[in-house]
């Protein structure tokens, strides 16, 4: 059984907003706003299909759905009962959500992961990364966000999340290193989320930052190679 599925019932949100009452915003403003950056790092590239790879609760498929209107959005995740929350609260047209590997009727086009490799333990991350190739087209693009363990509000966060507490984080070089072993060509890193609320005036300034190793989450975003 996974350690997800005793978070049901407002478990997971509340143990989440219990850390993010830090920096004084919730779980939705950061998906939010990964889904926004990942949006721009595709460009002009069609996205048909989307898979979010660790969709938990499925909180992130409307904004996946907002942000690639006219694409299948399939969350991914191993907890039943998480698979079974998000079907609840999230299904309509054109999303849907699996437990396992999902019967794709194409490759997809993006994957998108946010925090999941941290709660793997290292020795499976390569296969886990590469079982994610395994589902998209050549060519297809990977948007991997993990938190950044160089960033002390970050660590201070998961610190007051039970089921971060004990989680192995790993560094943006370990994310590409690992990318690029299960087939992917590391197209940008780039680093986000440098400001609390409490500083928000600042938060324009975080384009120009994005290449300064210290933002409290970053993402990894590559190209399937073959």
């Known amino acids: 059984m996974s350690v997800f599925d005793q978070l049901i019932d407002q478990k997971y949100e509340e143990a989440c907003n219990r850390g993010l009452r830090l920096v004084g915003e919730s779980a939705d403003f950061f998906a939010q706003r990964r889904i926004e950056v990942t949006r721009k790092l595709c460009g002009s590239v069609e996205v048909a299909?989307?898979?979010?790879?660790?969709?938990?609760?499925?909180?992130t498929a409307p904004h996946l759905r907002a942000a690639f209107p006219t694409a299948a959005v399939i969350g991914v995740d191993e907890s039943d009962k998480m698979i079974s929350a998000a079907r609840q609260h999230h299904s309509q047209p054109h999303v849907e959500f699996w437990c396992g590997?999902?019967?794709?009727?194409?490759?997809?086009?993006?994957?998108?992961?946010?925090g999941v490799l941290h709660h793997i333990p290292p020795a499976d991350r390569l296969a886990a990364l590469r079982q994610v190739s395994s589902w998209m087209r050549v060519g297809g693009l990977f948007a991997l966000w993990e938190n950044n363990p160089r960033n002390p509000g970050t660590r201070?966060?998961?610190?007051r999340i039970p089921f971060d507490r004990e989680a192995t984080m790993l560094t943006s070089r370990e994310a590409r290193v690992l990318a690029a072993a299960a087939g992917f060509t590391v197209l940008?890193?780039?680093?986000?989320?440098?400001?609390?609320?409490?500083?928000?005036?600042?938060?324009?300034?975080?384009?120009r930052l994005q290449r300064v190793p210290l933002g409290g989450q970053y993402c990894v975003f590559g190209r399937k190679a073959s």
């Open 49 to 59: 299909t989307v898979i979010d790879f660790g969709c938990g609760l499925g909180h």
């Open 101 to 114: 590997s999902p019967p794709l009727r194409r490759p997809a086009d993006l994957v998108y992961c946010n």
């Open 156 to 159: 201070l966060v998961m610190s």
């Open 188 to 207: 940008q890193t780039t680093f986000w989320f440098f400001f609390p609320r409490a500083l928000k005036a600042l938060r324009p300034l975080e384009p």
